[in-house]
């Protein structure tokens, strides 16, 4: 009688008396009733939430996943019912959240990737709440789909990986048991689980493990190709912080309460740090300091500092110093540092920029903050623009750029640089009529040891086989023969109070620490005048292919040298034993890094024989396979004549271009060899011999070093013949002695005959 009174009610306005009727003829929804489905949807979704939350570093799952299950729990029992109060209560409650977003997408405009999973993890709980029907379960699978992706982008560590995995295990029965409920085939009552599902947890392990291994291959074959950048980069929350009366560096490791002083581990936490014996910071490098002191002593204790995300890898430069103090540097122009002011809509800062007759390419890095790091931006070389949070940045003449706050673990900015080539041709033919300003602050030594010193780079220089005259070839040359004529120098004793660091390290201890290798080498590029300076950053870091970062820590940071050549710019060196003598750069093609990390971990399980033949495989042109797949692929398409013309032209092809690479490869050998020495030639085929045996010298291998390592990797007889040849190698380059090249010869055709 209730509903009666209540339509005639209504039914004083025909047109909701219409709508009414209508309504009340709609057939009820058919209810899902399949508990398995219903549980195994919930759960995509909360491994969605918990993925989200470890990789944006929230708490969300602390009331989304209790709210979740209360919802799904409720929907379950009141599935047949119209539930019209719980409904419109959730229409409330979604407003409430879109306004919530609207709110935090005006806070968040340059990163909306957290506030859009926020969105979303506020709907699924609401949602949760009516999900009588299989598309209403599809909603939510969508939803832990997206949340699982936009974890995907957030993610910077491996964690995310196993959820991925957790997450694909669960989505394989929900997408069977999705269909077979779509067909009618599902039935609640069913005893065993895998009934429902109609497959054996065999055959589903099956799946997964082929959907893996499918999936990864892909990952591994697909190019990281630059181009697909938007002008929105990731950046923390803006933080309203300026600069006070000062724009001075703060590294955390060395400030302490009051003045440090010697004695005191003073790594030069500005101006007023003294030098003079002391410990490192086990945590914080030294070199990030206005000043630093190279007569400290310790080592750092290994720890992540930050994860880099970039389209190519590099030394990610932090600071440079002008000034040489005879123990340590310090940055002499430390006061004329220049405030850059960003709009308070944008966080866009335009940097200055030399001129340069250079070609660049642009390269974007996004840094993310891991532990506290000095008040320093870390970037590659000549960056143009800064997406940072603080209202104000400081760059000084030496292009070091500063923060207003010291780097707080969890921050995130974006840097741009267009990142020069390194065209050997140019630079070799660099002019040498330097400035004024370049003399003034570039090429000053101490005049107690500029004479020793510059007889010292005169007497490396006349070793080379031929007169070197360029500036950019001297610095190769000075730079590798400090790598393979000093070393590292572990237990270095502390300097006394009158010595100075380059002449201890040349004359007295025949090495250093490894950031002592880069001050020798600047010393002594000024003291054959060639503009140089110190330089301090990270190297580039473990890549890890999983989540395409640069997993950088505190061990990583070092110092170069850095030489200027005019309308070039300033260029990169690297003395130091074990490194590259040029720093990573764009010349390196990181197109397919990830299958060339991935051939590297496979080739340390391989015979070397096996590794050598698969490299030579691998080495073919990449472009000339994939113009000959689109040309095969072209004929397939014609039918059958196509099929058959295509297979024996790509069995033909293949032959006579294998005949053709390997020949062309013999000629060129073969040409390369006959310009060089004598000694030079047998060297270098005992190298690539070697090489094909699958013991190849690294670049950054000394010939002595290589000889070394061959008497732990090669059998006894091979590893004589190789230090042999070596140890007359090194002698005729660097000492100008003539061997017994008959002999020699004898030794390699004897080594070959062995294998």
Same mark, same amino acid.
């Given at each position: 009688?209730?509903?009666?009174?209540?339509?005639?009610?209504?039914?004083?306005?025909?047109?909701?008396?219409?709508?009414?009727?209508?309504?009340?003829?709609?057939?009820?929804?058919?209810?899902?009733?399949?508990?398995?489905?219903?549980?195994?949807?919930?759960?995509?979704?909360?491994?969605?939430?918990?993925?989200?939350?470890?990789?944006?570093?929230?708490?969300?799952?602390?009331?989304?996943?209790?709210?979740?299950?209360?919802?799904?729990?409720?929907?379950?029992?009141?599935?047949?019912?119209?539930?019209?109060?719980?409904?419109?209560?959730?229409?409330?409650?979604?407003?409430?959240?879109?306004?919530?977003?609207?709110?935090?997408?005006?806070?968040?405009?340059?990163?909306?990737?957290?506030? @859009?999973?926020? *969105? %979303?993890?506020?709907?699924?709980? $609401?949602?949760?709440?009516? !999900?009588?029907? =299989?598309?209403? +379960? /599809?909603?939510?699978?969508?939803?832990?789909?997206?949340?699982?992706?936009?974890?995907?982008?957030?993610?910077?560590?491996?964690?995310?990986? @196993?959820?991925? *995995? %957790?997450?694909?295990?669960?989505? $394989?029965?929900?997408?069977? !048991?999705?269909? =077979?409920?779509? +067909? /009618?085939?599902?039935?609640?009552?069913?005893?065993?689980?895998?009934?429902?599902?109609?497959?054996?947890?065999?055959?589903?392990?099956?799946? @997964?493990?082929?959907? %893996?291994?499918?999936?990864?291959?892909?990952?591994?074959?697909?190019?990281?190709?630059?181009?697909?950048?938007?002008?929105?980069?990731?950046?923390?929350?803006?933080?309203?912080?300026?600069?006070?009366?000062?724009?001075?560096?703060?590294?955390?490791?060395?400030?302490?309460?009051?003045?440090?002083?010697?004695?005191?581990?003073?790594?030069?936490?500005?101006?007023?740090?003294?030098?003079?014996?002391?410990?490192?910071?086990?945590?914080?490098?030294?070199?990030?300091?206005?000043?630093?002191?190279?007569?400290?002593?310790?080592?750092?204790?290994?720890?992540?500092?930050?994860?880099?995300?970039?389209?190519?890898?590099?030394?990610?430069?932090?600071?440079?110093?002008?000034?040489?103090?005879?123990?340590?540097?310090?940055?002499?122009?430390?006061?004329?540092?220049?405030?850059?002011?960003?709009?308070?809509?944008?966080?866009?800062?335009?940097?200055?920029?030399?001129?340069?007759?250079?070609?660049?390419?642009?390269?974007?890095?996004?840094?993310?903050?891991?532990?506290?790091?000095?008040?320093?931006?870390?970037?590659?070389?000549?960056?143009?623009?800064?997406?940072?949070?603080?209202?104000?940045?400081?760059?000084?003449?030496?292009?070091?750029?500063?923060?207003?706050?010291?780097?707080?673990?969890?921050?995130?900015?974006?840097?741009?640089?267009?990142?020069?080539?390194?065209?050997?041709?140019?630079?070799?033919?660099?002019?040498?009529?330097?400035?004024?300003?370049?003399?003034?602050?570039?090429?000053?030594?101490?005049?107690?040891?500029?004479?020793?010193?510059?007889?010292?780079?005169?007497?490396?220089?006349?070793?080379?086989?031929?007169?070197?005259?360029?500036?950019?070839?001297?610095?190769?040359?000075?730079?590798?023969?400090?790598?393979?004529?000093?070393?590292?120098?572990?237990?270095?004793?502390?300097?006394?109070?009158?010595?100075?660091?380059?002449?201890?390290?040349?004359?007295?201890?025949?090495?250093?620490?490894?950031?002592?290798?880069?001050?020798?080498?600047?010393?002594?590029?000024?003291?054959?005048?060639?503009?140089?300076?110190?330089?301090?950053?990270?190297?580039?870091?473990?890549?890890?292919?999983?989540?395409?970062?640069?997993?950088?820590?505190?061990?990583?940071?070092?110092?170069?040298?850095?030489?200027?050549?005019?309308?070039?710019?300033?260029?990169?060196?690297?003395?130091?034993?074990?490194?590259?003598?040029?720093?990573?750069?764009?010349?390196?093609?990181?197109?397919?890094?990830?299958?060339?990390?991935?051939?590297?971990?496979?080739?340390?399980?391989?015979?070397?024989?096996?590794?050598?033949?698969?490299?030579?495989?691998?080495?073919?042109?990449?472009?000339?396979?994939?113009?000959?797949?689109?040309?095969?692929?072209?004929?397939?398409?014609?039918?059958?004549?196509?099929?058959?013309?295509?297979?024996?032209?790509?069995?033909?092809?293949?032959?006579?271009?294998?005949?053709?690479?390997?020949?062309?490869?013999?000629?060129?050998?073969?040409?390369?060899?006959?310009?060089?020495?004598?000694?030079?030639?047998?060297?270098?085929?005992?190298?690539?011999?070697?090489?094909?045996?699958?013991?190849?010298?690294?670049?950054?291998?000394?010939?002595?070093?290589?000889?070394?390592?061959?008497?732990?990797?090669?059998?006894?007889?091979?590893?004589?013949?190789?230090?042999?040849?070596?140890?007359?190698?090194?002698?005729?380059?660097?000492?100008?002695?003539?061997?017994?090249?008959?002999?020699?010869?004898?030794?390699?055709?004897?080594?070959?005959?062995?294998?």
């Amino acid at each position: 009688m209730a509903g009666v009174s209540g339509a005639k009610r209504i039914g004083v306005l025909p047109v909701v008396d219409r709508l009414w009727r209508r309504l009340e003829a709609l057939p009820p929804p058919e209810v899902e009733e399949s508990l398995l489905l219903r549980v195994l949807a919930q759960a995509m979704v909360l491994v969605g939430i918990v993925a989200t939350d470890v990789a944006a570093s929230t708490s969300m799952s602390v009331w989304a996943i209790p709210l979740s299950m209360v919802g799904a729990c409720w929907s379950w029992y009141r599935r047949h019912k119209p539930n019209m109060a719980a409904k419109f209560c959730i229409a409330i409650g979604m407003l409430l959240a879109l306004a919530a977003f609207f709110v935090g997408l005006r806070r968040e405009l340059n990163d909306t990737r957290l506030v @859009l999973a926020e *969105l %979303l993890v506020q709907l699924q709980v $609401l949602h949760s709440f009516d !999900l009588p029907r =299989r598309k209403d +379960l /599809g909603y939510s699978m969508a939803i832990g789909l997206i949340l699982i992706g936009v974890a995907s982008t957030l993610s910077q560590t491996m964690t995310f990986g @196993l959820l991925l *995995l %957790l997450f694909l295990a669960i989505a $394989l029965p929900v997408l069977v !048991l999705d269909y =077979r409920s779509r +067909l /009618g085939l599902l039935s609640s009552l069913s005893k065993s689980p895998f009934k429902q599902v109609g497959l054996s947890p065999r055959r589903l392990a099956t799946f @997964l493990v082929v959907i %893996l291994g499918l999936g990864l291959t892909i990952f591994a074959c697909l190019p990281r190709l630059p181009g697909y950048q938007l002008r929105t980069f990731p950046v923390s929350a803006p933080r309203p912080e300026m600069f006070a009366d000062s724009t001075e560096i703060i590294n955390p490791g060395y400030v302490r309460s009051g003045n440090p002083g010697k004695g005191e581990g003073a790594g030069g936490a500005g101006g007023e740090a003294g030098l003079g014996p002391g410990q490192l910071d086990e945590n914080f490098y030294y070199g990030f300091s206005s000043r630093i002191n190279q007569n400290l002593r310790g080592a750092l204790k290994p720890q992540i500092v930050m994860r880099v995300r970039s389209q190519a890898e590099g030394f990610w430069r932090v600071l440079a110093f002008d000034r040489y103090l005879g123990q340590g540097w310090e940055i002499s122009q430390n006061d004329k540092t220049t405030t850059i002011t960003r709009p308070t809509w944008s966080y866009q800062f335009f940097l200055p920029r030399p001129a340069s007759l250079n070609r660049t390419k642009e390269v974007v890095q996004t840094y993310t903050v891991v532990s506290e790091l000095p008040n320093l931006i870390a970037s590659l070389m000549q960056p143009k623009e800064l997406y940072f949070p603080t209202q104000q940045v400081a760059i000084d003449p030496e292009g070091n750029l500063r923060s207003p706050l010291g780097l707080v673990e969890g921050l995130t900015y974006t840097v741009i640089s267009q990142v020069p080539y390194r065209d050997r041709a140019k630079l070799r033919n660099a002019p040498t009529n330097y400035s004024a300003y370049m003399r003034e602050h570039y090429l000053v030594v101490p005049p107690r040891i500029v004479a020793k010193v510059r007889k010292r780079a005169e007497e490396l220089l006349a070793t080379a086989p031929s007169p070197i005259t360029s500036a950019y070839e001297k610095a190769l040359f000075l730079a590798q023969a400090l790598k393979q004529r000093y070393s590292i120098q572990p237990n270095l004793p502390f300097l006394g109070e009158d010595e100075d660091l380059v002449e201890a390290f040349l004359f007295k201890y025949q090495g250093g620490y490894p950031d002592h290798f880069s001050t020798a080498l600047t010393i002594m590029l000024r003291s054959i005048g060639i503009p140089a300076r110190l330089a301090v950053g990270f190297g580039p870091g473990e890549f890890n292919p999983f989540t395409g970062l640069y997993v950088v820590r505190n061990t990583d940071a070092y110092a170069v040298t850095e030489v200027f050549f005019p309308k070039y710019g300033w260029f990169a060196f690297d003395p130091i034993p074990g490194h590259e003598l040029i720093p990573p750069s764009i010349e390196e093609d990181q197109t397919f890094t990830v299958l060339q990390q991935f051939w590297k971990w496979v080739a340390g399980w391989l015979p070397s024989p096996l590794t050598s033949q698969v490299s030579r495989l691998l080495s073919f042109p990449l472009g000339m396979v994939i113009g000959a797949i689109t040309w095969l692929f072209g004929l397939f398409s014609r039918g059958w004549v196509g099929l058959f013309a295509g297979l024996i032209g790509a069995i033909s092809l293949g032959f006579g271009g294998w005949l053709a690479w390997k020949g062309w490869r013999s000629w060129r050998y073969q040409r390369w060899l006959a310009k060089l020495p004598p000694m030079e030639q047998l060297y270098r085929q005992m190298l690539d011999w070697m090489a094909d045996q699958g013991f190849r010298k690294r670049p950054a291998e000394t010939p002595l070093e290589y000889a070394r390592q061959s008497r732990t990797h090669q059998p006894r007889q091979r590893a004589v013949v190789i230090e042999e040849i070596s140890e007359a190698y090194v002698r005729w380059r660097y000492g100008q002695k003539m061997p017994d090249l008959n002999h020699l010869k004898q030794q390699l055709q004897a080594l070959k005959k062995r294998r």
